[in-house]
């Protein structure tokens, strides 16, 4: 480099900005290593020491991340004047503390809490139905294997009260004071509330119209998936249970919280006669392992001449449920910070539904190989959707019926319209049932967040959006005595959900790039639609997404859209054209049967009873205002 005197200051003061941040680089990555393993221990064996551990190494994290924000704010009026792109964006990264800006005894209770509710959520058993004595059942395996296979419309219904019974309920009061610790890091931040600093990595103050019009363009396609469900499980579970016009009871759709209804494909297939494309039973016959889906599911990347697994990986990773011990089987990917250590922790089951979670997490883990060298403020997705793509993006080509043929967990495709509607369908009742549920967990926590939404009016508020965008109904009647949103993973756990819809749109955009450098879609020839594209073994399509990957956070995500797909902007038109072919025969199977399109109800599902604190008593007496309310759900 050129010797001091002859730099300008400019140039100096580039200089020295290179040198600090470096120096805090190095420091933030062995302090996230620290932290991450205590958070690993905790999550993958429940227990009080390792509780504790973790406690001590999030504060410990905490003084480091505001130590190096006090440092960073030392350059506030220099840095802005720093030519450098690169630099400037790591100095607006660095500027923003997060919830270390709580003072200590907040954070520790704010930590505390939402350890807390994890534990709950992670450990709680419900009793058996068929066998009221027998009370261990767990989540997973257990209860998710009961709304997959269960038809028993009663033993549904109690597996689905239950278990909000014993997560949900369980954690209302400790809901209160965290959002409310929330939204005080939120305001030391400079942030008006906790979901407005949740938004700021999508660096778009347009953001939430943007998401409001891509559900616009969605909604019709989902709503004649809706009827023509309906009819199907009005069919098998009769019209006094699914009526012809109301909400579907959201524990018929095979999923605890009805955000995947693959499960019930078996009710709603279309053509029942073709070959069934649940590789489930083939791969239990081949004597498929986790291990071996873990390694297939490897390959696909490896044949994109994207990066393999490292040894680490095989050696640290926990891929079946371990016995004995209380743990998160909540899938999950983790980045050590160390350009080492990188796994993922899943209690894989040998199904096609977690063959496909495997690449998802799979996904991630290729993003932190794809982004390991760049500096630790941009070693992030683009923006979080676009880490919630990249697996799934893989996943669109493994479950074409042309891919499973290949890896021989299919041994016949059969290349006729109505085939392709039986794959379409399948791919719908998890592509299409989940955008409403990816949309509406974060429009529940904004509202709860910004005070929009008030803690008496917390769970019927839910039952609102829960009716209004997902068409869907509780079995039984709630009340504010519930509290079903923290029946779901990403309440307690308190990871943001907004991600999950940009990944569903986004995920079909990349896609059909990948598809064209592929030569495996051309929209002129109709011998290949996007639905049957297949990227595997294509470097090129491999190449463009690394090329996207390695950009990490580094620059903003319309540009890395760009760079990939030639569009700056989320587009729905890519979702719906993959669909195409199943919205038109949906309309017309809908038309043919007379299906009322949408739903209507005047059942009260939620009513607002208030528990109040009486002046004479000190328990809170249930003193029900009156207030139940018509019309709808809340
Ligand atoms: C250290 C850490 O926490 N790391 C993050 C990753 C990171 O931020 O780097 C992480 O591992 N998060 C866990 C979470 C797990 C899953 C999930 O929660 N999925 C959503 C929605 C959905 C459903 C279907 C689908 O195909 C895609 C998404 C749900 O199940 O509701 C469960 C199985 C699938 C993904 C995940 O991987 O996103
Ligand atoms: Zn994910």
């Not at 409310?180 to 949740?198: S, T, V």
């Not at 998401?211 to 009005?234: D, M, S, T």
């Amino acid at each position: 480099h050129t010797p001091d005197h002859v730099r300008t200051e400019s140039e100096q003061l580039e200089e020295d900005a290179r040198n600090f941040l470096h120096e805090l680089d190095v420091k933030g990555s062995e302090e996230c290593t620290v932290a991450t393993m205590t958070s690993w221990n905790y999550a993958s064996d429940i227990t009080e020491k390792h509780k504790k551990e973790k406690a001590a190494a999030e504060l410990k994290y905490a003084e480091w991340e505001k130590e190096a924000w006090e440092r960073v704010r030392k350059w506030n009026g220099k840095w802005e004047t720093l030519s450098d792109p690169y630099l400037k964006r790591q100095f607006k990264f660095m500027s923003i503390l997060g919830t270390a800006a709580l003072p200590k005894h907040d954070l520790e209770k704010y930590n505390n809490l939402v350890t807390e509710m994890s534990t709950v959520y992670s450990t709680a058993k419900i009793c058996d139905y068929k066998n009221p004595r027998s009370c261990k059942l767990e989540l997973e395996p257990d209860l998710t294997k009961i709304l997959r296979t269960s038809r028993d419309y009663d033993e549904l219904e109690h597996v689905w009260k239950m278990w909000r019974y014993n997560t949900g309920r369980r954690i209302r009061d400790h809901y209160k004071l965290f959002v409310r610790l929330a939204n005080k890091a939120a305001k030391l931040n400079g942030f008006d509330n906790m979901g407005d600093m949740w938004l700021y990595p999508y660096e778009s103050d347009t953001f939430r119209d943007d998401l409001a019009e891509l559900w616009q363009q969605l909604n019709p396609l989902y709503q004649q998936l809706h009827a023509y469900v309906r009819r199907k499980l009005r069919q098998k579970y009769g019209e006094h249970y699914v009526t012809r016009r109301g909400p579907i009871p959201a524990h018929l759709l095979g999923n605890m919280w009805a955000q995947n209804w693959g499960h019930i494909y078996d009710l709603a297939i279309p053509f029942p006669h073709k070959a069934s494309l649940d590789v489930t039973p083939q791969m239990v016959s081949k004597g498929y392992t986790p291990r071996r889906m873990f390694e297939l599911s490897e390959e696909f990347f490896v044949s994109l001449n994207l990066t393999r697994m490292p040894p680490e990986f095989w050696q640290h990773s926990i891929i079946e449920k371990p016995q004995g011990r209380d743990l998160v089987c909540h899938a999950s990917a983790w980045d050590f910070c160390n350009a080492k250590d990188f796994r993922i922790k899943q209690c894989t089951e040998v199904t096609m539904n977690d063959l496909i979670t495997v690449h998802h997490e799979m996904g991630h883990v290729e993003y932190f190989l794809q982004y390991q060298n760049l500096p630790k403020a941009f070693r992030d997705g683009a923006n979080p959707g676009f880490h919630e793509a990249v697996g799934d993006v893989l996943a669109l080509s493994v479950s074409t019926p042309k891919h499973l043929l290949k890896i021989g967990l299919l041994n016949e495709v059969q290349d006729d319209p109505e085939a392709d509607i039986n794959f379409l369908l399948s791919m719908a009742l998890s592509k299409i049932t989940f955008l409403p549920f990816g949309y509406l967990i974060d429009l529940w926590r904004w509202d709860v967040f910004s005070g929009k939404t008030l803690e008496n009016d917390w769970n019927c508020a839910w039952w609102d959006l829960r009716y209004k965008l997902q068409g869907i109904k509780p079995p039984v009647q709630r009340s504010e005595y519930d509290f079903d949103p923290g029946a779901k993973y990403h309440i307690p756990g308190n990871t943001p959900y907004i991600r999950y819809f940009v990944s569903f749109v986004v995920q079909f955009q990349f896609h059909k790039a990948l598809c064209i450098k592929a030569g495996e879609y051309d929209p002129l020839d109709p011998s290949k639609p996007l639905h049957k594209c297949d990227i595997d073994h294509s470097t090129e399509a491999g190449n463009a997404l690394g090329d996207m990957l390695q950009l990490g956070s580094s620059k903003e995500w319309p540009e890395a859209l760009e760079i990939l797909t030639g569009t700056r902007k989320m587009d729905a038109s890519v979702i719906r054209e993959y669909f195409k072919p199943l919205e038109l025969w949906l309309a017309k199977d809908n038309e043919r049967h007379g299906e009322f399109i949408g739903w209507e109800t005047d059942e009260i599902l939620c009513t607002s009873e208030v528990v109040k604190k009486t002046a004479k008593s000190e328990e809170g007496v249930a003193a029900s205002d009156g207030v139940v309310v018509g019309g709808g759900s809340a």
